[in-house]
């Protein structure tokens, strides 16, 4: 059992930059891949970013490449998403979750945390 618990969202202007962290209880945390998602108000949950077991691979949303950085530290059962040169369309609840795949599907994700609000003012 995987306990996810994200920090760091609040309010920037646009680019501006936020680092959320995705803190995460259990002893096997180290062995699954972490995703980020988001859910802006009236749209459905979208891809933001994923990283595997060791950090050894990202994926990234077209709409945040080059922009948004995923790491992770399993010494701290920690994964981060910097998020740099933020836009207004950025605005949305963001989560991440755990896995067994670095996939971009939702679905395939086991573990989820209850989200943090990002808003970028205009």
């Known amino acids: 059992q995987v306990q996810l618990v994200e920090s760091g969202g609040g309010l920037v202007q646009a680019g501006g930059s936020l680092r959320l962290s995705c803190a995460a209880s259990?002893?096997?945390?180290?062995?699954?891949?972490v995703g980020w998602f988001r859910q802006a108000p009236g749209k459905e949950r979208e891809f933001v970013a994923t990283?595997?077991?060791?950090?050894?691979?990202?994926y990234y949303a077209d709409s945040v490449k080059g922009r948004f950085t995923v790491s992770r530290d399993n010494a701290k059962n920690t994964v981060y998403l910097q998020m740099n040169s933020l836009k207004p369309e950025d605005t949305a609840v963001y989560y991440c979750?755990?896995?067994?795949?670095?996939?971009?599907?939702?679905?395939?994700?086991?573990?989820w945390g209850q989200g943090t609000q990002v808003t970028v003012s205009s």
């Open positions: 979750a755990a896995g067994s795949m670095t996939v971009s599907t939702p679905s395939w994700y086991d573990y």
């Open positions: 259990g002893r096997t945390f180290s062995t699954y891949a």
């Open positions: 990283i595997n077991w060791n950090g050894g691979s990202t």
